[in-house]
């Protein structure tokens, strides 16, 4: 499958300079920061100025090709909406596979990413449902399908597939190194790569970011969402 969209090379260079900056130093300077403020922020609203921060900086950043993807979406709205469908329905069922398995070899395994969002949106649940459905989906999108996968795949198909999917699994559970045993943590990571394979293929196969920015957001949705039942 084609990468659909080009970025220039002003955004590409931005990108990867903003893209080792929100994966090595935003996570670490935010809570440095909040430390400083007269009346610093609880875990809800650091969250959300993390994604605010990075939501408004990849729209900067990335303007001209978001646009260039709203104009394909608006050309092929249908196939986008498919492919979105699909790739949602095809998500939710490697997922619940996947956990089955999971709770099959491993019972004792809990996703300590999903257990910290849980926790601060029980304190808070607009802002991180805002934020985990609405701001995270075209940020993340835009930095790991966009650019990374874009960007690699370009070159070398294998190449743009294989890292991308590889360092989206990596940011999610890197965070939790020492929180996690060495067979917890390959866990952690295999959970996420079906992730990363599906939505390539949904942007590849929409021809628009929008397709899986789209099924990004309604799998954010739908698990926020369980969170509450």
């Not at 596979?97 to 649940?125: K, Y």
């Not at 989906?137 to 370009?154: H, I, M, N, Q, S």
Request: proline share 5%; with cysteine.
């Amino acid at each position: 499958m084609e990468v659909p969209v080009s970025m220039n090379q002003r955004e590409a260079r931005l990108g990867w300079v903003f893209l080792a900056l929100e994966i090595f130093v935003l996570p670490r300077l935010f809570p440095m920061v909040n430390t400083l403020l007269p009346k610093p922020l609880n875990s809800a609203q650091l969250n959300f100025a993390f994604f605010v921060t990075n939501f408004l900086a990849v729209l900067l950043i990335f303007h001209e090709f978001l646009l260039e993807n709203l104009r394909r979406f608006r050309k092929n709205i249908w196939k986008n909406l498919v492919v979105i469908a699909l790739g949602f329905s095809l998500y939710m069922f490697v997922s619940a596979l996947m956990g089955l398995l999971i709770d099959h070899f491993a019972p004792e395994f809990v996703n300590a990413n999903d257990a910290n969002v849980t926790a601060i949106a029980q304190n808070a649940p607009l802002l991180m449902g805002l934020g985990t459905a609405v701001l995270v989906p075209p940020t993340e999108e835009t930095l790991f399908r966009g650019l990374l996968f874009g960007e690699l795949a370009r070159k070398n198909k294998l190449t743009g597939w294989v890292v991308s999917t590889g360092i989206f699994a990596l940011v999610h559970v890197t965070g939790y190194i020492g929180v996690y045993t060495p067979k917890m943590m390959a866990l952690a990571i295999v959970q996420y790569l079906p992730a990363g394979i599906i939505l390539a293929g949904c942007y590849c196969l929409g021809g628009s970011l929008v397709a899986s920015v789209g099924v990004h957001a309604l799998v954010n949705l739908c698990s926020y969402l369980i969170m509450f039942r």
